[in-house]
């Protein structure tokens, strides 16, 4: 059962413009939504993360929008620029308290950004 | 600071051949992860390790991977033998575990089982 859902697949947008990513979760129990950025060859990395305690988290260009009672959040990336152009992927984190507290992934969106 | 080292970055097997993949985590870091991304999809988590017990392998399909954290340093993970379905990247992540949403990975291993 895939516990995050993330649309759209892929993306295309113009240099300087808004992209957007959504993501949508089922269990209440997660405890932190990070946004990791995949370059093709490299391993994930981490790009900005919040608590669902918290309706928005802002780190330079990149934007978490939360919205805890419908269980969704987006990534708003501002003046988007080639640079941008990767794999992004939505996350959801739970602690377990001594069990297994590994990262739940959404399926990746494909961003292009056009110059 | 060093990050995550995996070896090898690419393999090439025949199905029911064996395979393994090594991980060295970031120092000081005592959770460490693998997961499996098969194409076109987000990593899935296969097992992990907090120092050298694990702590879950709930979706470690048992009767071919194995894996290890000899020491609570370095991992390796194994299959044998291997299907053409476990062609994928396999990626090594470690993590502090008080801020285990925070993980930093590796560059992965990519497998193609023929």
């Known amino acids: 059962q895939q516990q995050v859902k993330q649309s759209p697949q892929s993306l295309i947008v113009q240099k300087g413009g808004i992209s957007i990513i959504n993501c949508a979760y089922e269990?209440?129990?997660?405890?932190?939504f990070p946004w990791y950025q995949q370059f093709p060859g490299k391993g994930p990395a981490l790009l900005i993360a919040?608590?669902?305690?918290?309706s928005e988290k802002k780190e330079g260009r990149f934007t978490i929008s939360f919205n805890k009672s419908a269980k969704q959040f987006s990534l708003h990336i501002m003046d988007s620029q080639p640079g941008d152009s990767a794999t992004y992927f939505c996350?959801?984190?739970?602690?377990?308290?001594?069990?297994?507290?590994?990262?739940?992934f959404g399926k990746g969106t494909h961003l292009i950004i056009q110059p | 600071e060093a990050g995550v080292a995996q070896s090898p970055r690419y393999k090439i097997i025949e199905k029911r051949q064996s395979v393994a993949f090594w991980c060295n985590p970031i120092?000081?870091?005592?959770?460490l992860y693998w997961y499996q991304q098969i194409l076109g999809q987000g990593p899935k988590l296969l097992i992990q390790?907090?120092?050298?017990?694990?702590?879950?392998d709930s979706q470690l399909p048992k009767d071919r991977f194995s894996a290890e954290r000899l020491k609570g340093v370095d991992s390796t993970l194994k299959i044998q033998p291997a299907k053409l379905e476990d062609s994928a990247v396999y990626l090594c992540?470690?993590?502090?575990?008080?801020?285990?949403?925070?993980?930093?990975f590796g560059p992965g291993t990519r497998l193609t089982v023929t």
């Open positions: 390790f907090q120092n050298n017990g694990v702590v879950d």
């Open positions: 269990n209440t129990a997660f405890d932190y």
């Open positions: 120092s000081g870091h005592a959770t």
């Open positions: 996350a959801a984190f739970m602690y377990s308290g001594g069990g297994a507290d590994g990262l739940t």
């Open positions: 992540a470690s993590s502090f575990r008080r801020t285990g949403w925070e993980q930093y």
């Open positions: 919040i608590r669902p305690d918290v």
